[in-house]
């Protein structure tokens, strides 16, 4: 059992939270309300960032204190929005949201996944038709662990989690974003992964 802080609770962040208690962890879950998500980071081992990616560096960097010590999970994309709300281009074009909180967190260990999929995936990754990916950037072995190690427990298989590297190759992924919008505008919003074939 891992004390988890899950920060935005939107569609990302209420679907992590209801599995993650399901498995059996102490889930608390932050709110918009002041205060909210100091309190349940400073309580956490591991917080997951599930708040929209354009904002999520700023309120962050206000947890400094908060986060220190932690495994910080970036669920998130930093996008700038089309006339139609699906992501148009990245906003660290060049680097990643991954990284930019890397940099302003240097004691706190990020670790970046769940994010070349659409949210129900995360959570029920064998129900779509063939093996999807899960992807781990970060710095820091033992929290890549902790985190894979979450991620089984979410339904993901120990063959469907690759670790890409440290924290920069999570601007691979972050890119990934961009196929979205052009996916969901020629099948719906049908859920889908980025996988590879092997």
């Known amino acids: 059992m891992t004390t988890i802080a899950v920060l935005g609770n939107g569609r990302v962040g209420g679907n992590l939270a209801t599995a993650l208690i399901r498995a059996g962890h102490e889930v608390t879950v932050a709110d918009r309300a002041p205060g909210a998500a100091a309190d349940a980071a400073r309580t956490a081992r591991v917080v997951i960032n599930a708040t929209p990616g354009a904002g999520s560096l700023d309120r962050l960097l206000a947890l400094r204190e908060e986060l220190r010590d932690k495994i910080l999970v970036d669920v998130s994309n930093a996008t700038v ?118």
Do not use: C
């Open 81 to 198: 929005d089309g006339p139609d709300g699906l992501p148009a281009d990245l906003i660290y074009p060049g680097s990643s949201l991954a990284e930019q909180l890397q940099e302003a967190l240097p004691e706190t260990r990020v670790v970046k996944t769940l994010n070349t999929m659409l949210f129900p995936v995360m959570t029920a990754p064998a129900t779509l038709t063939q093996a999807p990916d899960a992807f781990l950037s970060g710095e820091d072995p033992q929290a890549k662990q902790t985190v894979r190690e979450l991620l089984i427990n979410l339904g993901w298989r120990k063959e469907w989690i690759t670790d890409l590297g440290g924290i920069q190759t999570a601007r691979a992924t972050e890119a990934a974003i961009l196929f979205v919008p052009h996916v969901i505008r020629s099948s719906g919003f049908a859920p889908f992964a980025i996988s590879l074939a092997r």
